[in-house]
């Protein structure tokens, strides 16, 4: 079993950075593959980003792709997610979660989940 914890969302301008992080607790973090979502408002969850057990693996969506980095440092037990030229769409609630096995576009894919950070973009 592992939890995992947001942080780093906040309000920044169109065209801005920001830096989420998502920390895991457990010994176990290395062997779980691990994804970003999105809920805008007044919209369903939506899958951000992916990445595998050892960090060889990566997948976006397409609305993100050449702007969003996920990354890994399994000895910190972290994963995080590099925000770049960020867009008022991308205003939503992240959450980080957790799959015990492989690391898929879908919700149901992942067991784990955080409580979410918001991150609000102006224009």
């Known amino acids: 079993q592992v939890q995992v914890v947001e942080s780093g969302g906040g309000l920044v301008q169109a065209g801005g950075s920001l830096r989420l992080s998502c920390a895991a607790s457990?010994?176990?973090?290395?062997?779980?593959?691990m994804g970003w979502f999105r809920q805008p408002p007044g919209k369903e969850r939506e899958f951000v980003a992916s990445?595998?057990?050892?960090?060889?693996?990566?997948d976006y969506s397409v609305s993100v792709k050449g702007r969003f980095t996920i990354s890994r440092d399994n000895a910190q037990n972290t994963m995080y997610l590099q925000m770049n030229s960020l867009k008022p769409e991308d205003t939503a609630v992240y959450y980080c979660?957790?799959?015990?096995?492989?690391?898929?576009?879908?919700?149901?894919?992942?067991?784990?989940w955080g409580q979410g950070t918001q991150v609000t973009v102006s224009s």
């Open positions: 979660a957790a799959a015990r096995y492989g690391s898929g576009t879908h919700a149901a894919d992942y067991r784990y």
């Open positions: 990445i595998n057990w050892s960090g060889g693996d990566t």
């Open positions: 457990g010994r176990t973090f290395s062997m779980y593959g």
